[in-house]
């Protein structure tokens, strides 16, 4: 309730017709394949605890993660529409999940708009993240990717209340942010050591600590107007 509240007006008898989603709790492992690329999917998964990701990988082998996922976001609310999954969902770390039939999605926006509305305008503010994170890949250099991926991070893990101050818990590692961002292990480390010799960050196991959060965000061009941390007009 707290993720949907952040960019979404709902009026009490939304948030009670929220709360009676039939949802089925799910444990999964780290790195455990939630749903296949090619998969037809019934239901759709809510992220109650730990961090997911969705990726696709070439006949050869090579990954690209397509975006990370926290607490309180359904990343596959798209599959309520086109069927089969064109992409793999995995849990980045160890996760609770919240399935979600369909059906029962589909019932709820038929005779509640503004439900509708609302995961309407979470899928394109999934969108828009997205093209964020093409342009990031695409047309920034690797210390500007890092700084941005961190930065967005933080304010989307800020907004739902997981952070402590400028330090955020994500459970990563280098390789795997090196999917995130198109570059190799030994780029990623080299970065990282970049951003920390600059006094920008911090790094402990698997906290990300922002020493300067305005020159890191400098730094990695960020703009927070795409993620759309505001309910709408």
Known sequence: MRKISVSNRLDRADIETLQTLPIQRREFRAR??????????TQCC???EGFVFRSKSTPDGQRQILSLHIPGEIP?????????????????????LGL??????????????????????????DASIFREWILNVGRRTGVQRMAHLLSEMRRRLEAVGRTSGETF???ITQAELGDCLAL???????VLQ??????????????????????????????PHYLHLTPSA
């Open 46 to 48: 809510l992220v109650a």
């Open 76 to 96: 596959d609310l798209q599959s309520l529409h086109l069927g089969i999954m064109d992409h793999d969902l995995v849990a980045l770390t160890s996760c609770t």
């Open 169 to 171: 818990r994500l459970p």
């Open 194 to 223: 970049e951003l920390r010799g600059d006094g920008l960050i911090e790094i402990d196991r698997a906290a990300f600590n922002l020493l300067d959060r305005a020159g890191l965000e400098e730094r990695g061009q960020f703009d």
């Open 32 to 41: 455990e394949i939630i749903v296949h690329d090619g998969q037809r999917a």
């Open 184 to 190: 190799s292990t030994v780029h990623v480390n080299r």
């Open 100 to 125: 979600i039939p369909h059906e029962a999605l589909k019932r709820m926006n038929a005779v509640f708009p503004n439900i509708a509305a609302a995961l309407w305008r979470e899928t394109l503010i």
